[in-house]
T-cell receptor
Framework: ETGVTQTPRHLVMGMTNKKSLKCEQHLGHNAMYWYKQSAKKPLELMFVYSLEERVENNSVPSRFSPECPNSSHLFLHLHTLQPEDSALYLC??????????????FGEGSRLTVL | TQLLEQSPQFLSIQEGENLTVYCNSS?????LQWYRQEPGEGPVLLVT???GGEVKKLKRLTFQFGDARKDSSLHITAAQPGDTGLYLCAGVFRASNYQLIWGAGTKLIIKP
């Protein structure tokens, strides 16, 4: 139990569907992140939120839309995805946005399959 | 763009053997972290190293940070099946706006 909870754990969707991934952290952290993890590739940082404000968007396609309604919750809205978007999506939190020496706490991930 | 190279990509050994995995870069790290990710879980932090030449031990795991802060190694003594997982290194470079840059990981399997 890392204090970061992701739902759903598994999601299968068609290319025309709209779905959302949810992340909740119970650690009182100020920064939250979405990462994409594909086999044999480095973790790809998608979005960073600090105190509910988006501070980083690493050229992510607009079919991925993040939402951070408060410092404890983070969503990733998905629409018209492509098969190459199939991956493990990891949510993480940290005390603050500077991860120079700070620890990232990850959720268990949402395994997404796009048909 | 800073890149982290991890080697080997995959390692499968018998219980009780020793092993070393590596994390290398052509750039100087401000700090470096090692995470372990077990199947079906997210990565969990093992250690953070900051000072060149630093050595940290976590039970049977020994982490070393290179003197020039461009490389790091993880040595496991007498590996056990519970050590199985994906070992990820992640470094911070000043030019990366203090965000973590990740390696692709070493997948380690310890056979009983």
């Amino acid at each position: 139990e890392t204090g970061v909870t992701q739902t759903p754990r598994h999601l299968v969707m068609g290319m025309t569907n709209k779905k959302s991934l949810k992340c909740e952290q119970h650690l009182g952290h100020n920064a939250m992140y979405w990462y994409k993890q594909s086999a044999k590739k480095p973790l790809e940082l998608m979005f960073v939120y600090s105190l509910e404000e988006r501070v980083e968007n690493n050229s992510v396609p607009s079919r991925f839309s993040p939402e951070c309604p408060n410092s404890s919750h983070l969503f990733l809205h998905l629409h018209t995805l492509q098969p190459e978007d199939s991956a493990l999506y990891l949510c993480a939190s940290s005390q603050d946005i500077r991860t120079n020496t700070g620890e990232l706490f990850f959720g268990e991930g949402s395994r997404l399959t796009v048909l | 763009t800073q890149l982290l190279e991890q080697s080997p990509q995959f390692l499968s050994i018998q219980e009780g053997e020793n092993l070393t995995v590596y994390c290398n870069s052509s750039s100087v790290f401000s700090s470096l972290q090692w995470y372990r990710q077990e199947p079906g879980e997210g990565p969990v932090l093992l250690v953070t190293v900051v000072t060149g030449g630093e050595v940290k031990k976590l039970k049977r795991l020994t982490f070393q940070f290179g003197d020039a802060r461009k490389d790091s190694s993880l040595h496991i003594t007498a590996a056990q099946p519970g050590d199985t997982g994906l070992y990820l290194c992640a470094g911070v470079f000043r030019a990366s706006n203090y965000q973590l840059i990740w390696g692709a990981g070493t997948k380690l399997i310890i056979k009983p």
